[in-house]
C-alpha cells in the first residue's frame, strides 16, 4: 500500500493533459478572433483574450482547489449544491440582468455569473447521487420519474430565462439514464423525433405519412409476421404519422419567429444571407476559406474583420477552421472525440456507482455541446447559443466545464484511495 | 458493481465517434473540396477602391494652358453610418429641404446601406471649405476629391471638345470604364481619351464587416498606382484662336488656319461658337439642349463639317491640272465677253480686261478662261469618262474628298463626284465636258470644307505636297504619329505652281482682294464665292502669307456675306497681320469687321433664288 502525499497521485493524466491542450489551443483562437493591431498586449485585459487569461488562472485554481478537497465530500454534497443552484436559478428570474433577450445572469459590479452554466455540474452530481442510493432502482418506475424530475427542473428554469439553448443541454442526460437501464427505445424515440421533426419541415406530411406507411411494411415483413409486431408497427406509424401533421402545428403556433426562422434557414427552405441565416453562412465562409491547412495564426480575415458574428464565443471554431485549416479543425474534433471516449473509459472502470453516473453525465453534457456546436457552426444544426467546451470565451462557462470535469477526475483520483 | 448494462458503453462510445466521423466528413467537403467559401471569402473582405489618375492637361502652342483641371468635390454618405444627425442644421447647410433630404437617403438607401453614395455633386471649393468645418458634425458623411475640365481663355471649344460621363453601352463594351466614369465624348477629348485619362489606380483594402478599411491587403502587393495622363501639346495658337473667334462674332463661318511647314493647324474657329465651360459638370445637360435648340447650330463645327461649293478658289486646282495635263501654257490667252457661252448654255462672268493669259486668268477669275480650260482637260482624253478620271485623281490628291483622318473630330470628307455618278444621271457617254463645266468654277455638285480649302493653299505654299492637317504636336514627350509628319505629295509637278503662286499675289495686290492689301507682307490670296441657294452667297478667301518662306495658310467662309472680298478677305488679313507681325496697324479694318452684324434675319426669304452664277 502506498502512501498518499499528493493530490497528484492517481490523477488520470490523460484527461488533465487534455484538458490543458484545449484551453491552451482556445485561448490562441480567442486571441486570434479578436486580435486587432493596436493591442497586441496578450494581458490587455480590455479585450477577450486578456479576461480569458485571467479566466484560465482561475480555472486551474478552481481545479487545483477541487483535488484539495476530499472526494468524499461531492458524494456528501450533492443535494445541499443541487438545492443551491435551483435556488439561484429561481432569483436570477427576479434579480438577474437581461443579456441578448436571456435574463440568465447575475451581475455584481463588472463581473457576471451565469447559474444556468452551473446547473449541468448540480444536475449531473445530484442524478449521480440518487441512482447510486442504495435500494433505489432505476427499474422503478418511481426511480425513472424522480430523475427525470431532478434533470427538468433546472432546464424548465432555464427555458423561463429564454434561453432555449442551454436548456436543451439537459437532453443530454437521456444517455445517462440509457447507460443506466433506460430502454434503448426511448433514445431511439428521441432521435426519431428529431428526424421526423426534420424530414417533416423539409417535406409535406403527406409525403411523410407515405414513406412512414412504406417503411413500417418493409419491417414488418423484415421481422417476425406475428399479430403482436404488425399492432406494434402499426401503433408507431400511427403515431408519427400523427407526429408529423402536429410539426406544422408546432413550427407555425408554438415557435418564437426567431426560433422558425433559424429552422428554416437551417434546412436551406430560406435564403437569408444577411439576416438570420447570416451567421450560419459567414461562418461556413470561414470555415471553408480556410482550405487545407488555413490562412495561418492571425491571418484570418473573416474572423478578424468581424463577418463572422460572436466569434471569440459561440463561433470559436471558425476561427479554428479559418486560421488552421481542415488540419485545425481534424485536431480539435480528435481532441473531443479522445476526451469523450477517455472519459466513458474512466467512467467504466469505476466501482462506485456515483462515480460512473457522474462520469457519464459529464461525457453527456461535453457531447452535446461539442456536437451541437460544431453542427451549427457547419451548418447541419440551426443557431443554438451553446459554446464550445473549453475553446469559447466566457468565464462561467469554463468555470462549469472545468469544475464538471476536474470533480470527475477527483472522483477517478479518489476510487483508488478506497482501495486502501 | 452492476454489470447488466455495462455494453451499452459501446453504443454511447460508437454515437460520439460517429458524429465525429460525420463532422470530418463534413469539414473535409467544406473546407477542401468545395471552392464557393474561399471566393465568398475574398468577396467579403477585400475592396478595390478605385484611385482616379488626373487627366491630361492641354497646352497650345506656346506653352499657354487651353484646358485644365479644377478640383471640386462630391458629398459621399454611407446610411448606415449615420448616426445622430442634426437633420435640420444638415439641411440648412446644404440649402436643401428636409424633405428633399428624405427622398435622397431613400433613394441611396435602396441602393446600398454599406455602400458609399453621392448625396450632393461637385461642390466648389468655396463651399467645400465651408462644410469642410462641419462636417465632423455629420457622421457617416464625407467628401471626396473629383476634377473637372476647365477652359481658361474660354476658346476652341469644339476642336477641345468636352468630356462626360460614360453610358452604359461604353462600360460594356470596354472594361476599363465602370460607370460613373469620365470620357472624353468630342474633339480631343475623344480622339486622344486613351493618353489624357492615363491609367486608373486599384487599390485593394481589406474592410471589416461594417465596410470599414482595415489596411491595404497583403501590404499593397496587388495593389496599382494611378498613372496621369499625359498632356498635349496643341498646334493651336491660343491667342490667335480667340482674336478669329472674336473677329468671327455675329457672323456665320469659320475660319482655318494652318502652318505649311508642318500642316499643324493653328486656327480652327466656328461661328456662332459657345464657351467650352458651358459643357462642365452639373450644368452640361441643361447648356447642351440649349445649345442644341439653337437656331444658328453653335455645336455644328463649320471649320469640318460644312461642305460648300468651293467657288472659285477651286480655279486654282482647275489651273493647276490644266498645266500638268499639258493643255494650257502660261501664255495660253482666251478672251471672255461677260461670260462663256456654248451649246446653249451661258456662265457669266464679270468686267474685267480681255483677252487673258493664264496667270492674269488667276488675278481676274476669268470663268470664261476656266471654262475653256476645264473643257479642254475633258476633252484631251480618249473620252469624256477618261478626261474626269483623270481630272478627278488629281483633284483628290489635294486631299478633297476624303478625310484627311488626323486627329480631327467628325471632319466630313466633301464630296468630287465620281465619273459613275454623271454616268448614272446621264448615262454612259451621255455627258460631254460642257455638261460637267460648272465645276470649272468651282460650282455644281463639288463639295468642300473650309479644312480642305485651307489644306488646298498650304499645298500651294509648299508648291506640291502637304503633311495631313492635325491638331496635336505632342503627347506627353511623345512624338505624335509618323503619318502626320509624312509629306502627301500631289500629282502636280513643282514646276507649275510659281505661275498660280504669282497670280495669287496679283489677287491681293491689284485683283479682287486688293482692299486686303498688306504694307510689308506680300502675300497671295483667291476669293471666291460659294453658291447658296437659300440666300446670300457665303464669302470665301483663301490665302497664304507671306509670299516666300509661308508661315500661314488661310480659309475663311462668312456665310451670306455675297463676295470673297467683302469681309472674308479682311479677316484674312487681319490675322494674317496679327500672326507675322504681332501688331494691327489698321484699326479701321478691324473695326469694320468686328462692327459686321451678318446673322441673317431668322425666316429666310426662299423666293429670292439666286440665278446669276457669281463670279470674283
Redesign the interface.
Known amino acids: 500500500m502506498r502512501q498518499q502525499n499528493s493530490i497528484f497521485d492517481n490523477l488520470d493524466w490523460v484527461l488533465v493533459a487534455l484538458f490543458l491542450v484545449m484551453v491552451f489551443l482556445g485561448w490562441f483562437n480567442i486571441y486570434a478572433a479578436v486580435y486587432n493591431?493596436e493591442h497586441k498586449s496578450i494581458f490587455d485585459l480590455s479585450e477577450n483574450y486578456g479576461k480569458q487569461l485571467v479566466w484560465i488562472g482561475s480555472s486551474v485554481l478552481i481545479a487545483l482547489f477541487i483535488l484539495l478537497i476530499d472526494g468524499k465530500f461531492y458524494t456528501v454534497s450533492a443535494y445541499p449544491v443541487y438545492g443551491l443552484v435551483v435556488l439561484l436559478l429561481i432569483l436570477v428570474l427576479v434579480f438577474g440582468r437581461e443579456v441578448a433577450g436571456s435574463k440568465s445572469w447575475f451581475e455584481v459590479g463588472s463581473f457576471r455569473v451565469q447559474p444556468a452554466e452551473f446547473g449541468k455540474f448540480a444536475t449531473s452530481l445530484v442524478v449521480a447521487k440518487y441512482l447510486s442510493t442504495l435500494n433505489i432502482k432505476f427499474e422503478d418506475l418511481k426511480t425513472k420519474l424522480i430523475t427525470v424530475l431532478f434533470i427538468a427542473a433546472p432546464a424548465l428554469l432555464i427555458l423561463l430565462q429564454n434561453d432555449t439553448g442551454s436548456a436543451l443541454v439537459y437532453g443530454a442526460f437521456l444517455?445517462v439514464m440509457?447507460?443506466?437501464?433506460l430502454s434503448?427505445n426511448f433514445l431511439m424515440a428521441g432521435v426519431a423525433i428529431v428526424v421526423v421533426f426534420i424530414v417533416t419541415l423539409l417535406f409535406d406530411p403527406k409525403i411523410m405519412m407515405w414513406i412512414t406507411g412504406t417503411i413500417a411494411v418493409l419491417v414488418f415483413f423484415a421481422g417476425k409476421r406475428t399479430w403482436k409486431n404488425a399492432l406494434l408497427i402499426a401503433v408507431v406509424a400511427v403515431v408519427f404519422s400523427g407526429m408529423s401533421y402536429s410539426v406544422g402545428y408546432v413550427v407555425d403556433n408554438v415557435l418564437e419567429k426567431h426560433q422558425k426562422t433559424r429552422i428554416n434557414v437551417m434546412l436551406g427552405k430560406e435564403d437569408d444571407p444577411k439576416g438570420v441565416g447570416y451567421n450560419v453562412n459567414?461562418s461556413?465562409?470561414?470555415?471553408?476559406?480556410?482550405?487545407?491547412t488555413g490562412k495561418g495564426f492571425l491571418n484570418g480575415?473573416?474572423t478578424k474583420?468581424?463577418?463572422v458574428p460572436e466569434q471569440s464565443t459561440d463561433f470559436i471554431f471558425c476561427t479554428v477552421?479559418e486560421e488552421w485549416?481542415?488540419l485545425g479543425?481534424?485536431v480539435v474534433?480528435?481532441l473531443?472525440?479522445f476526451l469523450?471516449?477517455r472519459i466513458?473509459y474512466v467512467?467504466?472502470r469505476q466501482?462506485s456507482?456515483f462515480t460512473r453516473i457522474y462520469g457519464?453525465g459529464v461525457?453527456s453534457i461535453l457531447?452535446f455541446h461539442?456536437?451541437v456546436n460544431?453542427?451549427m457552426t457547419?451548418g447541419?444544426a440551426p443557431v443554438i447559443g451553446i459554446p464550445l467546451p473549453f475553446f469559447s470565451y466566457g468565464g462561467s462557462s469554463l468555470w462549469a466545464f472545468t469544475i464538471l470535469l476536474f470533480v470527475f477526475i477527483k472522483l477517478d483520483a479518489y476510487r483508488m484511495q478506497l482501495l486502501r | 458493481m452492476d454489470l447488466r448494462y455495462s455494453d451499452r458503453k459501446l453504443f454511447v462510445g460508437g454515437v460520439i465517434i460517429f458524429t465525429g466521423i460525420i463532422f470530418l466528413i463534413r469539414l473535409f467537403f467544406l473546407q477542401v473540396i468545395d471552392d464557393t467559401s474561399k471566393l465568398s471569402a475574398e468577396n467579403n473582405v477585400l475592396r478595390h477602391m478605385t484611385e482616379y489618375p488626373a487627366r491630361g492637361l492641354v497646352y497650345d502652342r506656346k506653352g499657354k494652358l487651353l484646358v485644365y483641371n479644377e478640383a471640386y468635390y462630391d458629398l459621399m454618405v454611407i446610411p448606415k453610418q449615420v448616426e445622430k444627425l442634426d437633420t435640420l442644421d444638415f439641411c440648412t447647410t446644404l440649402g436643401i429641404t428636409v424633405d428633399d433630404f428624405r427622398q435622397r437617403m431613400e433613394k441611396i438607401k435602396v441602393y446600398s446601406k454599406f455602400k458609399p453614395s453621392v448625396f450632393e455633386k461637385q461642390l466648389s471649393s468655396e463651399f467645400y471649405a465651408l462644410l469642410q468645418e462641419k462636417l465632423y458634425r455629420y457622421k457617416g458623411f464625407f467628401t471626396q476629391t473629383r476634377t473637372l475640365r476647365k477652359y481658361p481663355s474660354r476658346v476652341a471649344a469644339h476642336l477641345l471638345g468636352y468630356v462626360g460621363e460614360v453610358d452604359d453601352r461604353m462600360t460594356k463594351d470596354n472594361v476599363y470604364y465602370k460607370s460613373g466614369d469620365y470620357i472624353g465624348v468630342s474633339g480631343i477629348e475623344k480622339h486622344y481619351e486613351e493618353y489624357l485619362r492615363g491609367q486608373k489606380g486599384d487599390k485593394v483594402m481589406m474592410v471589416d464587416v461594417k465596410n470599414v478599411p482595415k489596411g491595404s491587403f497583403k501590404n499593397g502587393e496587388y495593389d496599382k498606382l494611378p498613372v496621369s495622363g499625359l498632356d498635349l501639346i496643341s498646334t493651336i495658337d491660343g491667342e490667335l484662336q480667340a482674336y478669329a473667334e472674336r473677329l468671327m462674332q455675329n457672323k456665320i463661318g469659320s475660319v482655318v488656319a494652318i502652318e505649311p511647314s508642318t500642316g499643324e493647324i493653328l486656327i480652327l474657329a466656328t461661328s456662332p461658337t459657345y464657351d467650352p465651360n458651358l459643357l462642365v459638370g452639373r450644368v452640361r445637360s441643361a447648356n447642351y439642349s440649349l445649345l442644341a435648340k439653337d437656331e444658328f447650330k453653335p455645336l455644328f463645327n463649320r471649320a469640318l463639317m460644312a461642305q460648300y461649293p468651293p467657288g472659285s478658289t477651286f480655279k486654282l486646282v482647275n489651273n493647276l491640272i490644266a498645266q500638268q495635263e499639258k493643255v494650257v501654257f502660261p501664255q495660253t490667252t482666251y478672251s471672255c465677253r461677260m461670260g462663256y457661252s456654248a451649246g446653249g448654255i451661258h456662265v457669266g462672268c464679270h468686267q474685267h480686261p480681255s483677252p487673258l493669259n493664264l496667270m492674269q486668268s488667276v488675278q481676274h477669275s476669268c470663268n470664261a478662261y476656266y471654262c475653256n480650260v476645264y473643257r479642254n482637260i475633258l476633252d484631251s482624253k480618249k473620252s469624256v469618262r477618261e478626261g474626269y478620271d483623270v481630272w478627278r485623281k488629281h483633284v483628290l490628291s489635294f486631299g478633297f474628298g476624303k478625310k484627311f483622318d488626323t486627329d480631327l473630330p467628325s471632319e466630313l470628307r466633301g464630296l468630287i463626284p465620281s465619273g459613275d455618278y454623271y454616268d448614272k444621271i446621264y448615262g454612259k457617254s451621255h455627258w460631254k465636258s460642257l455638261t460637267v463645266v460648272s465645276l470649272a468654277i468651282g460650282q455644281g455638285e463639288l463639295g468642300t470644307t473650309p479644312l480642305q480649302l485651307a489644306n488646298l493653299v498650304a499645298t500651294l505654299a509648299n508648291r506640291g505636297y502637304y503633311y495631313p492637317p492635325h491638331l496635336i504636336k505632342k503627347i506627353g514627350n511623345k512624338k505624335i504619329e509618323d503619318k502626320f509628319t509624312t509629306k502627301n505629295y500631289t500629282t502636280i509637278n513643282k514646276e507649275y505652281f510659281q505661275l498660280v503662286i504669282d497670280g495669287m499675289e496679283q489677287v491681293v495686290e491689284a485683283g479682287t482682294a486688293a482692299r486686303s492689301k498688306l504694307k510689308g507682307i506680300p502675300y497671295c490670296g483667291k476669293t471666291g464665292t460659294a453658291q447658296n441657294p437659300h440666300g446670300e452667297d457665303h464669302s470665301v478667301f483663301v490665302c497664304f502669307a507671306p509670299k516666300d518662306n509661308p508661315k500661314i495658310a488661310l480659309a475663311v467662309f462668312v456665310e451670306n456675306s455675297g463676295k470673297g472680298g467683302t469681309y472674308a478677305a479682311p479677316i484674312a488679313s487681319l490675322l494674317i497681320e496679327k500672326y507675322l507681325t504681332d501688331s494691327l496697324r489698321r484699326p479701321f479694318v478691324e473695326e469694320f469687321i468686328l462692327n459686321a452684324n451678318l446673322m441673317p434675319k431668322p425666316a429666310i426669304d426662299k423666293t429670292v433664288i439666286k440665278k446669276e452664277t457669281p463670279s470674283d
Open positions: 493591431e444517455f440509457y447507460r443506466e437501464g434503448g459567414q461556413k465562409i470561414a470555415i471553408g476559406s480556410g482550405g487545407f480575415t473573416q474583420y468581424k463577418f477552421g485549416g481542415f479543425t481534424f474534433i480528435v473531443f472525440l469523450l471516449v466513458i467512467a467504466e466501482k456507482t457519464y461525457a457531447f461539442f456536437a460544431i453542427a457547419i447541419l
